[in-house]
Nanobody, 122 residues
Framework: QVQLVESGGGLVQAGGSLRLSCAASGRTFSGYAMGWFRQAPGKEREFVARINWNGISTYYADAVKGRFTISRDNAKNTAYLQMNNLKPEDSAVYYC???????????????WGQGTQVTVSS
């Protein structure tokens, strides 16, 4: 079992940047691929980005490609999501989770964190 805690959310103006962190404890963090998802009010949880166990392979949703960067530091048991050029439509609760599958589907992920709120004002 891995416990995940997200942090770094907040209120930012459109065009601004935020860096989210996902700190892991418990079982070996480096044994998992990681994903970031987001969920806005009244909407389904949406895939944002994922990264493989060693950080070499990444994949992004079209909506964030070129603006967001996922990374990880296995020595610190932490994954990151750097978000640049934020837009109001990026406003959501952002979650991290682990997976053993290379998948964008939430049901293929586990050990969800509690989420961190990101609000982008226009």
């Amino acid at each position: 079992q891995v416990q995940l805690v997200e942090s770094g959310g907040g209120l930012v103006q459109a065009g601004g940047s935020l860096r989210l962190s996902c700190a892991a404890s418990g079982r070996t963090f480096s044994g998992y691929a990681m994903g970031w998802f987001r969920q806005a009010p009244g909407k389904e949880r949406e895939f944002v980005a994922r990264i493989n166990w060693n950080g070499i392979s990444t994949y992004y949703a079209d909506a964030v490609k070129g603006r967001f960067t996922i990374s990880r530091d296995n020595a610190k048991n932490t994954a990151y999501l750097q978000m640049n050029n934020l837009k109001p439509e990026d406003s959501a609760v952002y979650y991290c989770a682990t997976t053993t599958r290379w998948s964008p589907t939430p049901r293929d992920y586990a050990n969800w964190g509690q989420g961190t709120q990101v609000t982008v004002s226009s």
